[in-house]
Structures are given as C-alpha cells and as structure tokens.
C-alpha cells in the first residue's frame, strides 16, 4: 500500500517482483544480508541541488524483528550530493494508533521511538508539535527526537541572528526550553499519532502493562486515508458492479464454496491466494474464515470475521487451564478480543492478534510467538533479555501443564465464542464461566457505535 519514493524527492516505480528459474515468485522483502545484490533497482532521478540528471538506487530487504523497508541511496556525479534514506513498505493498519507516554524518569528518555512519515509527535508541557510528514521515519529514542527538533530549530540561526535577531532570540529562548526538559524537572508528556497505525513506543515492562503508556487505535477519516493514498472507489467504478440476483445465489450455496481472491503475502509481499469460506459455528454464530498460505516463504495466516452484527452486550470468558482436556476447547477469538492472564499480570490488546478460530493451545502458542519475536528483542540489553527470557520459560511451563493459569478473554462486540466441555455445549461447564456485561462510552467509541443511528436517518438524509 505504502508508495516508495526516491531519496532526491521524486517518485519511483515499486520493486519489481523477482522469480526464480522455474517462474515461482520469489519475495520482494528478504533478510538482509552482505550478499543482497541482485534485487538493487537503479532509476534516474533529478538532483534537487544542481538539477542534472544522478542515480537512486532502491533495495527492498526486511530488518529483523521490525518490518520491510526500502533502503534507498541517491548520488549525483555531476555536484557530488549524496542522500539516503530508509523508508516503510510495510502494510498500512486497519485503523490508527494514538500512544501517550509519561516521561518521569531518565530511564523513559531513553525508551525506544518508532515513527513512520505519517507521524505527529506533540508535547503540551512546552507547545511543541511536529507535524504529518514534516520529518522522515526514524528508529530513535524520546530523547532523540527531543534532540532532532533542537538540530532542526538550530539550523541558519547565525544568520537569523544577524537578519532577524528577535526571532533568533525567541527561537534560542524555545531551544533551552527543550534542553531543561531533557533535565525532567517536572514530567512530560509525549503524544504520538500515526494514520497509518505503524509507530511504537518501548514497553521495558512487557510483557506486563505499563502504566504510563496509554495505547488506542482510531478509525481514519476520508481526508486521512486520501493522505495515505487510499481513494474510496467513486460512483463510476460502483456501477460497474452489478447486484447479484435474490434467488440467484442462495446463502445454502455460499455455505458450501472456498472462494479464492489474490493477495500478497504478508511475510514477503509475493502474489498468493487466499481461501475463504463461510462457516456456522454450533451454538453460537456464523463466520468467515479466512486462510492464506504463501507457496513462495510458506508463511501461513489464517482469520476470523463475524458473520453477524455486533451483540447487544459484551461478553467475558474466562477459562481455567489445569489439563490437557482444558487445551483443546474451540476458540473464535474476533479482532475486538482482548486476552490476559492474571497470574503472569499478562495483557495482551484486542489489535495485538487478529481474529482467528483455533484451540486454547494454539492461542497460547500465538501468544508465546509474539512475544518471542517482540520488536527490537536482538537489540535489547541484556537484562530486558534476561526478563523477557525468564518470562518465557513460565509461559512455557504453563503450556506444559507445570502451572495453573486462567485465561480470560473479554470481547466489548460479543462476537467471541468458546467451546463448553459439558454434556451440554450450551451450557458453561465448571471450568468455564461466561460474563454478559454492558459496555462503557469508550467501548462503544472503539467500536464505532456513538456515531451511528439506526433511528430517523432517513429525515437527516
């Protein structure tokens, strides 16, 4: 979805995708390596300081335990300028993400930032906000982009002093405020919102919940999805589809079809297919399942979507873990699902892990997996490894049996499900219990529904 564009400022084509002798796609993203040659792409592009004519050259590769990037490198032989640039061409987010961290403590400045371009960064303490794409995507810490944003402000200040001196005095006076507040004198605020849902703010607490780091995600606007490049179709376009005849299709019919649709792999952006099938669910609901496996890196995917409308009241299971019976209930956890365990003071968000039907132990394996391939985990010091290891082998020793847990998942939609173990299934048995309970404002913000009316639309239309 992202567009690559070339280190000088103009556009560039997409990377082309690669095969192999026998004609099978090969991934557009690989691991990076000394030996990533053959997939350079060079263009010609115009120098932005002389304007002749230099090279930019992209290379598509993925930086371990992040995302998919294209580096980028641009060389005029004409003047000599040279740029360089690092840009994400991972998928755009379903939604967007808003983070707000409490800066208290020397050790938060140095709490690691991910920022896409379509990032703002404010602090209201001291008024300072940076824009949507007035700064490239970056690694850095709080710390850093304190530091970016006095490089930024300190930039032609000589000669500002000598053409302008109040507003070089102003912006001297700004640029010492921002160094006192790397002295923390009193706590800060950052607020980070990303359109595209693809910044991160460090937990040094993870796997547990942090209290000074609040995470949402938002539904863009139309003018924020045309600033991604996501254009609704128009008029036009939706007359070319044509409505399917009532009797023409039964719903008995659409029961018994896979249909397939192409799509690029998630892992390494190569065409594959993806398989879906409407499904019922006994004693509860129908589903759409959803699985993709990629005959390119073999990377498999599979999720669940709620055949039905979101349920008068939210729904809360939870679900003693202490056999290996107690492994294999059905699950359909939906992507509004939020999952925890009290015992290991475990949080995981309704965004973390998307909808999917499976068993207790695949959740728990799914859970496992992501926190040992958590972001930056290579470059974390050596106690945050040392925690997340000791974490990990408790995670492990629940999976084994070795330790009693209580897995609750809590679903503000209703529109998760699991499987009773009693004679009858629609019935709780005694290791299982179900909680109807009546979302909040906020739950009913998350999902869409204080904007929606369902009664007298039609005179507002």
Same mark, same amino acid.
């Not at 602090?123 to 850095?140: A, D, F, N, Y």
């Not at 209290?211 to 128009?234: A, D, I, V, W």
């Given at each position: 979805?992202?567009?690559?564009?070339?280190?000088?400022?103009?556009?560039?084509?997409?990377?082309?995708?690669?095969?192999?002798?026998?004609?099978?796609?090969?991934?557009?993203?690989?691991?990076?390596?000394?030996?990533?040659?053959?997939?350079?792409?060079?263009?010609?592009?115009?120098?932005?300081?002389?304007?002749?004519?230099?090279?930019?050259?992209?290379?598509?590769?993925?930086?371990?335990?992040?995302?998919?990037?294209?580096?980028?490198?641009?060389?005029?032989?004409?003047?000599?300028?040279?740029?360089?640039?690092?840009?994400?061409?991972?998928?755009?987010?379903?939604?967007?993400?808003?983070?707000?961290?409490?800066?208290?403590?020397?050790?938060?400045?140095?709490?690691?930032?991910?920022?896409?371009?379509?990032?703002?960064?404010?602090? !209201?303490?001291? =008024?300072? +906000?940076? &824009?949507?794409?007035?700064?490239? @995507? $970056? *690694?850095?810490?709080?710390?850093?982009?304190?530091?970016?944003?006095?490089?930024?402000?300190?930039?032609?200040?000589?000669?500002?002093?000598?053409?302008?001196?109040?507003?070089?005095?102003?912006?001297?006076?700004?640029?010492?405020?921002?160094?006192?507040?790397?002295?923390?004198?009193?706590?800060?605020?950052?607020?980070?919102?990303?359109?595209?849902?693809?910044?991160?703010?460090?937990?040094?607490?993870?796997?547990?919940?942090?209290?000074?780091?609040?995470?949402?995600?938002?539904?863009?606007?139309?003018?924020?999805?045309?600033?991604?490049?996501?254009?609704?179709?128009?008029?036009?376009?939706?007359?070319?589809?044509? !409505?399917?005849? =009532?009797? +023409?299709? &039964?719903?008995?019919?659409?029961? @018994? $079809? *896979?249909?397939?649709?192409?799509?690029?792999?998630?892992?390494?952006?190569?065409?594959?297919?993806?398989?879906?099938?409407?499904?019922?669910?006994?004693?509860?609901?129908?589903?759409?399942?959803?699985?993709?496996?990629?005959?390119?890196?073999?990377?498999?995917?599979?999720?669940?979507?709620?055949?039905?409308?979101?349920?008068?009241?939210?729904?809360?299971?939870?679900?003693?873990?202490?056999?290996?019976?107690?492994?294999?209930?059905?699950?359909?956890?939906?992507?509004?699902?939020?999952?925890?365990?009290?015992?290991?003071?475990?949080?995981?968000?309704?965004?973390?892990?998307?909808?999917?039907?499976?068993?207790?132990?695949?959740?728990?394996?799914?859970?496992?997996?992501?926190?040992?391939g958590t972001l930056f985990h290579d470059s974390a010091d050596e106690a945050t490894k040392q925690q997340m290891q000791r974490f990990l082998d408790t995670f492990d020793a629940v999976m084994n049996l070795?330790?009693?847990?209580?897995?609750?998942?809590?679903?503000?939609?209703?529109?998760?499900?699991?499987?009773?173990?009693?004679?009858?299934?629609?019935?709780?048995?005694?290791?299982?219990?179900?909680?109807?309970?009546?979302?909040?404002?906020?739950?009913?913000?998350?999902?869409?529904?204080?904007?929606?009316?369902?009664?007298?639309?039609?005179?507002?239309?």
């Amino acid at each position: 979805m992202s567009a690559v564009s070339a280190a000088s400022g103009s556009n560039a084509p997409s990377p082309p995708e690669i095969e192999d002798p026998i004609g099978r796609p090969e991934p557009i993203f690989r691991e990076i390596n000394a030996e990533q040659t053959d997939e350079v792409v060079e263009i010609e592009s115009a120098c932005m300081r002389c304007y002749q004519t230099g090279i930019t050259r992209l290379l598509p590769t993925k930086i371990p335990f992040f995302r998919e990037v294209v580096l980028m490198s641009f060389k005029c032989d004409h003047c000599g300028h040279i740029n360089n640039e690092m840009q994400s061409a991972s998928e755009i987010q379903k939604s967007g993400v808003r983070i707000e961290l409490l800066v208290q403590s020397p050790a938060d400045l140095n709490r690691r930032v991910v920022r896409s371009d379509n990032s703002s960064v404010s602090i !209201p303490e001291i =008024e300072l +906000e940076i &824009p949507v794409q007035s700064q490239k @995507g $970056e *690694v850095t810490t709080v710390e850093g982009i304190i530091e970016r944003t006095i490089a930024g402000l300190s930039q032609d200040q000589d000669k500002r002093r000598i053409d302008h001196p109040e507003a070089a005095g102003a912006i001297d006076a700004y640029i010492e405020r921002l160094r006192k507040l790397k002295e923390l004198p009193t706590p800060f605020r950052l607020l980070l919102e990303d359109i595209s849902g693809n910044s991160f703010v460090e937990n040094p607490l993870a796997p547990a919940s942090d209290p000074q780091l609040k995470t949402s995600h938002f539904t863009r606007s139309q003018q924020q999805n045309e600033q991604l490049g996501l254009y609704e179709q128009n008029h036009e376009e939706q007359n070319l589809l044509k !409505p399917i005849a =009532e009797d +023409e299709w &039964p719903l008995e019919n659409l029961h @018994g $079809e *896979v249909l397939q649709f192409p799509t690029n792999c998630s892992n390494c952006q190569a065409p594959c297919e993806t398989n879906m099938k409407l499904t019922n669910i006994p004693h509860f609901k129908e589903v759409v399942i959803m699985a993709t496996v990629c005959g390119s890196c073999g990377h498999k995917t599979n999720e669940v979507k709620s055949g039905g409308g979101v349920e008068p009241q939210g729904v809360r299971f939870r679900v003693q873990i202490a056999s290996k019976e107690d492994l294999t209930r059905d699950v359909l956890k939906s992507e509004t699902c939020s999952l925890s365990i009290p015992e290991l003071d475990l949080e995981v968000g309704p965004h973390a892990l998307c909808g999917r039907f499976t068993t207790v132990e695949g959740l728990l394996v799914a859970m496992r997996d992501q926190l040992d391939g958590t972001l930056f985990h290579d470059s974390a010091d050596e106690a945050t490894k040392q925690q997340m290891q000791r974490f990990l082998d408790t995670f492990d020793a629940v999976m084994n049996l070795k330790r009693v847990i209580t897995l609750v998942l809590e679903d503000p939609a209703g529109n998760t499900y699991v499987q009773s173990l009693s004679d009858d299934d629609a019935e709780p048995d005694e290791k299982l219990s179900v909680e109807r309970f009546d979302r909040s404002f906020d739950d009913n913000e998350q999902l869409g529904l204080n904007d929606m009316k369902t009664e007298g639309y039609e005179q507002d239309a």
